[in-house]
């Protein structure tokens, strides 16, 4: 992930109120259509000034423990940056380690519960990537972006059998029954869905049923259903 701060010209005293005409949203609009985001781009963010900025955190990698693990020191790193008044998500990733995208989610709510947070799919938020978006402000699509995809999927370990491999103990080679593994996944499937109907609420126009099937959505049709909120079209 990289973090670029891009000035704004006035502070973001009332994101809620300001969205539609502030600074974020110019930036927001900027990286979906590809053009450069005036008036200034920097490399880093790591140094703080007097002026307010909206840091653009990308996020464009399969997520596993090690670029999770980047994820996160970025997103502390812009929590703890007071020259940063509001950040940008810029996405685009098919998800990847349910526990890394765990962690990403938590560090996201974290950050979103200090500083407003927008979302901006570049191409795709799939699986670990829209669980990681699911506590920002708004999520900003384009027709192609790819939504979804919530669940989680794991190998399904035979009962019984002979194991090839010597082992120290009956789960050792599989980590459990079946049954066990298909619990685990439950477990990790209701995590998600419950997160995606307690942030994303009256906005979703599926069921609890529906959002756990799985599916994935183009941009304007995860905006009719809710799992989006605009779609930015090129002009």
């Known amino acids: 992930p990289t973090v670029r701060p891009s000035r704004m010209s006035n502070p ?7 969205i539609a005409t502030s600074y974020v949203v110019l930036v927001l609009v900027a990286i979906l259509i590809g053009a450069a985001v005036a008036p200034a781009i920097y490399s880093t963010a790591a140094t703080e000034t007097e002026e307010p900025y909206v840091a653009v955190v990308t996020l464009d990698e399969p997520i596993e423990a090690n670029s999770a693990d980047a994820a996160i020191d970025e997103l502390r790193a812009v929590r703890e940056n007071d020259s940063i008044e509001a950040v940008v ?7 990847g380690s349910a526990s890394a995208s765990e962690a990403q989610y938590m560090a996201v709510k974290r950050l979103a519960a200090e500083k407003p947070v927008v979302t901006a799919v570049r191409g795709m938020a799939a699986s670990g990537m829209y669980y990681t978006i699911l506590p920002t402000e708004s999520i900003f699509v384009t027709p192609a972006s790819l939504i979804g995809n919530v669940g989680v999927r794991t190998a399904n370990p035979a009962d019984g059998g002979v194991p090839d491999q010597l082992t120290t103990g009956p789960d ?13 996944v439950r477990t990790l ?15 979703l126009e599926l069921s609890r049923e529906q959002v756990a099937h799985g599916k994935v959505y183009t941009g304007a049709r995860a905006v009719r259903n809710g799992f989006a909120d605009d779609v930015v079209a090129p002009p």
């Open 12 to 18: 973001i005293d009332d994101f809620a109120k300001t």
């Open 89 to 95: 998500l810029e996405v685009n990733s098919p998800g």
């Open 172 to 184: 050792k080679l599989t980590g459990g029954t079946a049954e066990e593994t298909r619990a685990r």
């Open 189 to 203: 499937k209701n995590a998600f869905v419950g997160s995606v109907m307690a942030d994303r609420g009256e906005r």
